[in-house]
């Protein structure tokens, strides 16, 4: 059992920044999801297991970052110049199975999943 704690939402202005932590128990391949109300959840970023590969969705390229500390086994989204649209709860997982250079983008190939944090960006 892999577990996930995610920390850093919160409430900020149109062109403002947020920095979200996922603290997991070991070195994994690791994506952000987001999912607002009454929508799907979306892929926003992934980071292959040994950090060498990242892959974004294209609505937050150049705008969103994603790094891992594996001293720390914690993954952050550094998200800078935030919009309304980018309003959703946030959530981390883990591709456990995945030692590869290979993003995935799929929510089903994640098997474990943080607790999520809420990301509200007013206008």
């Known amino acids: 059992q892999v577990q996930l704690v995610e920390s850093g939402g919160g409430l900020v202005q149109r062109g403002g920044s947020l920095r979200l932590s996922c603290a997991a128990s070991?070195?994994?391949?690791m994506g952000w999801f987001r999912q607002a109300p009454g929508k799907e959840r979306e892929f926003v970023a992934g980071?292959?297991?040994?950090?060498?590969?990242?892959y974004y969705v294209d609505s937050v390229k150049g705008r969103f970052t994603i790094s891992r500390d594996d001293a720390k086994n914690t993954v952050f989204l550094q998200m800078n110049s935030l919009k309304p649209e980018d309003t959703a709860v946030y959530y981390c997982?883990?591709?456990?199975?995945?030692?590869?250079?290979?993003?995935?983008?799929?929510?089903?190939?994640?098997?474990?999943w943080g607790q999520g944090t809420q990301v509200t960006v007013s206008s």
């Open positions: 980071i292959s297991w040994n950090g060498g590969s990242t």
């Open positions: 070991s070195t994994y391949a």
């Open positions: 997982a883990v591709d456990i199975r995945n030692y590869l250079s290979f993003i995935n983008v799929r929510p089903e190939d994640y098997a474990y």
